[in-house]
């Protein structure tokens, strides 16, 4: 049986940027690459369950793409 994503969002919040997962983790940061590295670290521990994994970017109209460490992409 395929096992579920786990998604995690890196999303714009007031004063900064939120890193939100479908498993309820939040957490705020001042700057978007500090979320963008703790996203990282979040997937590469989900990954280690043997569960697929994904990183998605809002984007400044607000849309969300995935993110691949290397930037954003559709």
């Known amino acids: 049986m ?15 940027w ?6 309820g983790s939040v957490r705020d940061y001042a700057y978007r690459v500090d979320a963008e590295e703790a996203a990282l670290r979040f997937a590469t521990a989900a ?9 998605l970017l809002q984007q400044p109209g607000g849309e969300l793409l995935r993110f691949t460490g290397s930037g954003a992409t559709q």
């Open 2 to 16: 395929d096992q579920p994503i786990v998604s995690i969002a890196i999303l714009r919040s007031p004063g900064g």
């Open 18 to 23: 939120r890193v939100i997962s479908d498993g």
């Open 47 to 55: 990954g280690a369950t043997g569960r697929p994994v994904e990183i």
